[in-house]
């Protein structure tokens, strides 16, 4: 029933957004009656705003999940080590799979993308699914194809605990959540449940810590105990990357509560719809897509070009946290990207 809902106030804003151009445009011509010229060009105007906002609303649901970008970063920091300078972190999130049941050239194409990149090491930050373990279990052919020098790190996102499926019992959610962890266990991820995970390079290491984003969605004191718990046994000094499927509590808690000099999200999408540097999502989420700096807060809005975080003196560097939102490689709800391409997010370390 929900479902049905769903699609039916969505089909009636899509008719809204088409038919507002056309009906601005005839109500200004009626309002036009006095000269001929003027009312055949407001509705002239109407009819070819409506058809500009059709055709890319078509555009974005035959082309934009296929116009897969890849978003690279140089992120420079005085705490990384001597022999992870250059080391490339590929970011992937909220891939959604299930999404795309009919469209498994889809999923092929991220995985052939990331590996083509050859990095040291591949993180995903939750959502694998929409509504059960079973949509991922059908690509894990594809999804273990996945390579990178130390593998693949994930966590879990709030989809992955399967809360949008009003036919399971809660029973059932747990068992196709463990289900999903399984999955990724088998295909050799290292799924970081409020844990971490050191990484070696010679005498050298950085540290991956994984905090979950589950069912109980974002209540702040459940968000503490997970943060405290995923840092328990890691010492504050150290380049530290965290993986948290929501950007919203960067700079309430993340900031404040922990030593991650990196936070890698997801979760926005950019609401599927970007025009220029501006997405619905801002009116829901400070941190949207991009990179944005604690001190430093301009976000990096530009999918298709390399930016680099390069700058200031190293006294900057030494005091900089960041968090890096991705607009993932899925779709939920509609296979409809617009501007807000799906993107792959590609992080070289930079020592300084």
Not at 334 to 343: D, Q, T, Y
């Amino acid at each position: 029933m929900m479902r049905i809902l769903f699609i039916a106030v969505l089909i009636l804003l899509i008719l809204i957004v088409c038919l507002l151009p056309l009906g601005i445009g005839w109500g200004v011509a009626a309002l036009q009656r006095s000269s001929a010229w003027w009312t055949i060009s407001w509705r002239a105007a109407g009819c070819a705003a409506s058809a500009a906002v059709v055709a890319a609303l078509c555009y974005g649901l035959l082309r934009g999940p296929d116009r897969l970008v890849t978003t690279s970063y140089t992120y420079a920091h005085c705490e990384v080590p001597p022999n992870f300078d250059g080391y490339r972190i590929v970011q992937l999130s909220d891939w959604h799979v299930g999404t795309f049941a009919s469209r498994r050239e889809r999923v092929e194409r991220v995985v052939e993308r990331v590996n083509a990149l050859k990095p040291d090491l591949i993180v995903f930050t939750g959502d694998l699914v929409n509504h059960s373990a079973e949509e991922a279990e059908a690509f894990e052919d594809v999804l273990s194809r996945l390579r990178a020098a130390d593998g693949v790190v994930s966590v879990m996102g709030n989809h992955d605990y399967m809360m949008y499926n009003p036919q399971f019992s809660r029973r059932e959610r747990q068992a196709n959540v463990e289900r999903l962890q399984q999955l990724q266990r088998r295909m050799g991820w290292r799924l970081l449940l409020n844990d971490h995970v050191c990484i070696h390079r010679g005498a050298d290491s950085i540290v991956i810590v994984g905090t979950e984003s589950n069912g109980d969605g974002l209540e702040i004191s459940h968000y503490e105990r997970l943060l405290k718990k995923s840092y328990e046994g890691v010492g504050q000094q150290g380049f530290h990357v965290l993986l948290s499927h929501y950007p919203t509590y960067w700079r309430s808690h993340v900031l404040p509560q922990s030593p991650a000099i990196l936070q890698l999200a997801g979760h926005t999408h950019a609401m599927q719809l970007q025009i220029g540097s501006w997405s619905p999502s801002a009116w829901l989420f400070d941190e949207w897509h991009g990179l944005y700096d604690a001190k430093h807060t301009d976000a990096d809005h530009d999918a298709d070009h390399d930016a680099d975080a390069v700058s200031g003196a190293t006294g900057r560097h030494s005091q900089r946290r960041s968090l890096i939102v991705s607009r993932g490689v899925g779709s939920v709800g509609l296979a409809f990207r617009l501007g807000a391409w799906p993107e792959v997010v590609e992080i070289r370390l930079k020592r300084v």
